[in-house]
């Protein structure tokens, strides 16, 4: 007999499930999510090997390379960011929408840039 809203429904899950009863779920629609991960049969795993055709692979080498070619290698990434000291991230904080949609910029073209020269 306890009150069940969005607040206090959780408290009680007996009062909760017999209002459910009330107002027409049905009995046989009720799972026991205990049983059920028991019963759980383990996948099989994928017994099959892929080989590797020469046309995926072709395919997989040119977009590697397009990818090599358009995005910089982490150690080249500092030339995008920036290194202020704390005095002068006060007048950064003015600066820093221009710069976000500047890197931004950038990062749009080497991805259309990227898209360019996939097969």
Known sequence: ???????????????????????????????N??????????????SESYTLTPEVGELIEKVRKAHQETFPALCQLGKYTTNNS?????????????????????????TVEFAKQLP
């Open 1 to 31: 007999n306890c009150i069940i809203n969005k607040v206090t429904r959780n408290r009680c899950q007996y009062c909760r499930l017999q209002k459910c009863f009330e107002v027409g779920m049905s009995k046989e629609s009720v799972r």
């Open 33 to 46: 999510d205990r049983n059920k991960k028991k019963k759980e049969v383990p996948k099989p795993e994928c």
């Open 86 to 110: 704390s005095e002068q991230r006060v007048s950064l904080d003015i600066d820093l929408w221009d710069k976000f949609s500047e890197l931004s910029t950038k990062c749009i073209i080497k």
